[in-house]
T-cell receptor, first 116, second 114 residues
């Protein structure tokens, strides 16, 4: 079974509008962490935001926020005021449990295109 | 500047040849990782190491080998046993602690087997 599911292969958003990228996860662990990374066409992976399973508040980092719904096992990324430079591939990833160290499992990704 | 370097950026090899991809970090991280990415796909873990002289197989280790003789270095060898080695390879490092510590990634090596 897929541990991380990103159901949107591609998304378009108008510049300056907000966009939500979906991510659902599957784990039986109580302690886990969720990460979002951005991958521009150059290929490097850029860390955006982190949400721990015990965090009560949704994580925010500048224009990025994470809509964490634990009961639904979803961790959607919200990008506000989209910019042309936000066009990239976005990956959701999960770290399971304490005993797994910092090993991550990645989703298949969502390509975001920002239109001017 | 602290970071992760991977070399070369592009690599071409003939089928049947072994090839070694370099990964070096100066972030003083204990853990290092190798991922493979195919076009339009997510990252899949090949090998990881949490301490010098120790490493574990990831989800797709067959046809690959690694070594971890120094904390800063984690080279990946793509052997002739790897059936479809053409892909984008990413190296990462992190602290071994869990929590919010993210993995830092190198710029990647694009391997093409002719």
């Amino acid at each position: 079974a897929q541990k991380i599911t990103q159901t949107q292969p591609g998304m378009f958003v108008q510049e300056k509008e907000a966009v939500t990228l979906d991510c659902t996860y599957d784990t039986s662990d109580q302690s886990y962490g969720l990460f979002w990374y951005k991958q521009p066409s150059s290929g490097e992976m850029i860390f955006l935001i982190y949400q721990g399973s015990y965090d009560e508040q949704n994580a925010t980092e500048g224009r990025y926020s994470l809509n964490f719904q634990k009961a639904r096992k979803s961790a959607n990324l919200v990008i506000s005021a989209s910019q042309l430079g936000d066009s990239a591939m976005y990956f959701c990833a999960m770290r399971e449990g304490e005993e797994y160290g910092n090993k991550l499992v990645f989703g298949a990704g969502t390509i975001l295109r920002v239109k001017s | 500047d602290g970071g992760i370097t991977q070399s070369p950026k592009y690599l071409f090899r003939k089928e049947g040849q072994n090839v070694t991809l370099s990964c070096e970090q100066n972030l003083n991280h204990d853990a290092m990782y190798w991922y493979r990415q195919d076009p339009g796909q997510g990252l899949r873990l090949i090998y990881y190491s949490q301490i010098v002289n120790d490493f574990q197989k990831g989800d797709i280790a067959e046809g690959y080998s690694v070594s971890r003789e120094k904390k800063e270095s984690f080279p990946l060898t793509v052997t002739s046993a790897q059936k479809n080695p053409t892909a984008f390879y990413l190296c990462a490092s992190s602290t071994v602690l869990s929590g919010s510590d993210e993995q830092f990634f190198g710029p990647g090596t694009r391997l093409t087997v002719l």
